[in-house]
């Protein structure tokens, strides 16, 4: 956490206790100590307009919104910062985003003694602030004398990985809070490969972050013959380098014209997906107009998140009015891919993150078979809640397949370990992200639209849509259905509640499931598996613990149970399967799964 800065933690304080039971005494404490917290914003070395900010949040009569944005401080985790903007020490601001890089840059500074000269990439979304929040950290990382290859203006996510790499930098930021509401900035930093931080660079710059004592600690006077700026040869390089990803040349000249929507739902995919389809030749790209225009308040959605059917609703709508072939979004950093097809009935469905990225594995070793590149040294990654399914496209084709952790940096990590030693396919997990390529190592929307056009040329090609295509997958493979459910317990109590849910799963296991017994049990927090029927029990190769739960059934069920790390919630993550033959037996695997998917969640309790 970062403490802005010499002030009381609050921390862990339960906000929803009341005012029942003494409720009031612990209010006015806690106002107090709040009060007190902004007092140091209001007589430190902060700027006029931030400083006036916090003298109306205290002067307010409604001590909400101060009590919100001064009573802990805004969280460094592993993953970076991600908060809603404004002032305080709970918030998205120029000084929690310049704490953050001090602390980065006094841990690269440790770290590349050696070098003569250390380097950095910085990008940004289409975010409010995001390119103010870019600006005032290459101006830190400058002061510290680090070089800082800037980018001239928004840019997705996965090409600050390929610039990393290019550059040969030590690390980046990325300013973006992802698919976050519109309130919300954040901050991803990454290392010398173009991934996210694990251990042990994660833990060590949360420690340098939280040693920024003081608003004085941060060189916010930059130097400018350190900044850099970059923009359309890189963009030039990365799409190049992207173009070399063809695996259907012929198939694609044959559909070049295919009708293709796209929609960046306002974001940074416009810089680059549209370029991207055009490489690899394709002609006929339908644009949602409303959506082309950059925005951080995302006028036309409530969420930028292609998960959500909202989020594609009027690229939908344009792909009715043009009869296209395919829909695809990307969220406002385009690092995640959401597609819609049409179903044996002509009508439009959204494709889920587990369809998408089976579809995506299951062409690129059809067709790396085909081209005779599969040698029984290539590999494919997925997280451990993702289809169960890939696992077995992958094994029946003699391709390594390796689980790892939820979050795509773990992804990042298995690429690390076998860069030199074996060859990457592609990798995923269930929320939508995929990479196609190793010279990036975070999730691509742009490689994957891309790719996901040339996968619908060479179904075409074929004779097949893409639902089609997917059918033949469950008929060839075994079908799967995932649902994922999350059961918010909010507050002190509902954090309690959900600790005491993981410990009897723990300790009183089910011995069935939707009337399946439970054969296996996988504990990412113990790293032990056990063999339920034996009681055998064998170590889990895994790089570190997770508080994860897994049962699996004798019928193929998995269940894979999750605290989230950042918000008063428990997942579950639920997979069933199934048998088709035919491509008439979908609509009734369909049916029998969601009706086992229902049996699976009497059985948890959800």
Not at 141 to 165: M, Q
Not at 470 to 484: R, V, W
């Amino acid at each position: 956490m970062i403490p802005l800065f010499k002030s009381p933690s609050l921390v862990g304080r339960d906000l929803g206790r009341g005012w029942g039971l003494g409720g009031r005494n612990i209010m006015e404490e806690l106002l107090k100590e709040v009060t007190a917290r902004a007092q140091v914003w209001l007589d430190g070395n902060y700027d006029a307009e931030t400083k006036a900010e916090v003298k109306k949040l205290m002067d307010a009569e409604d001590k909400t919104e101060l009590i919100e944005s001064f009573y802990k401080d805004l969280e460094f985790g592993t993953g970076g910062l991600r908060g809603i903007m404004g002032v305080g020490t709970n918030r998205m601001n120029i000084y929690t985003v310049g704490a953050a890089t001090q602390g980065l840059s006094n841990y690269l500074l440790s770290q590349f003694p050696h070098l003569p000269q250390i380097s950095v990439v910085i990008g940004h979304d289409c975010r409010n602030n995001s390119r103010k929040f870019a600006e005032i950290s290459a101006n830190i990382f400058s002061a510290n004398g680090i070089k800082v290859y800037l980018f001239e203006d928004l840019r997705p996510t996965p090409e600050i990985s390929f610039a990393i790499r290019h550059f040969g930098c030590q690390s980046g930021i990325i300013l973006t809070a992802s698919h976050n509401p519109k309130e919300y900035n954040g901050y991803k930093a990454y290392w010398d490969d173009g991934a996210q931080m694990i251990a042990p660079h994660d833990e060590n710059v949360i420690t340098e972050v939280m040693n920024i004592k003081n608003v004085n600690d941060i060189k916010f006077e930059g130097n400018n013959e350190l900044i850099q700026i970059i923009g359309k040869e890189v963009d030039r390089m990365f799409l190049e380098k992207i173009k070399t990803l063809i695996l259907s040349p012929e198939a694609i000249e044959r559909n070049k014209d295919l009708k293709i929507v796209y929609t960046p739902i306002h974001g940074t995919g416009i810089k680059l997906i549209p370029d991207a389809l055009r490489s690899f030749g394709f002609t006929n790209i339908i644009d949602v107009p409303e959506q082309n225009m950059i925005s951080g308040n995302f006028p036309t959605v409530v969420s930028p998140n292609p998960e959500e059917p909202a989020a594609l609703a009027m690229a939908v709508q344009k792909a009715r009015e043009t009869d296209a072939d395919i829909v695809m979004a990307s969220d406002p950093d385009a690092d995640r891919i959401g597609i819609a097809i049409k179903d044996d009935k002509g009508e439009w469905i959204l494709v889920n993150g587990n369809q998408t990225f089976l579809i995506f594995i299951y062409y690129l070793i059809t067709k790396w078979k085909e081209l005779g590149r599969l040698t029984g040294n290539e590999y494919v990654v997925k997280t451990i809640v993702t289809t169960e399914v890939m696992a077995d496209v992958a094994r029946k084709n003699g391709v390594e397949y390796y689980d790892c952790f939820t979050g795509f940096k773990w992804i990042a990590a298995v690429m690390r370990e076998n860069e030199g030693k074996k060859t990457y396919i592609g990798g995923g997990e269930e929320s939508y992200g995929f990479l196609a390529e190793d010279f990036v190592r975070d999730k691509d929307a742009v490689s994957a639209c891309a790719l996901m056009a040339e996968i619908a040329a060479w179904a075409k090609d074929n004779g097949k849509t893409l639902f089609q295509l997917l059918q033949d997958i469950y008929i060839e493979y075994g079908y799967g259905k995932e649902k994922g459910i999350s059961v918010v317990r909010k507050g002190k109590s509902g954090a309690e509640e959900i600790v005491q849910m993981m410990k009897n799963y723990r300790e009183n296991p089910p011995k069935e499931i939707a009337g399946s017994k439970v054969a296996t049990i996988k504990d990412f927090k113990t790293l032990k598996m056990t063999d339920v029927g034996t009681g055998t029990i064998t170590d889990l190769d895994m790089p570190a613990t997770s508080n994860v739960l897994q049962f699996f059934t004798e019928d193929g069920t998995k269940i894979s149970v999750r605290p989230s790390g950042t918000e008063p919630k428990i997942k579950f993550y639920i997979e069933v399967r199934g048998e088709m033959k035919t491509r008439a037996d979908y609509d009734a695997a369909e049916a029998a799964a969601n009706l086992k998917v229902e049996a699976v969640r009497a059985s948890m309790g959800v």
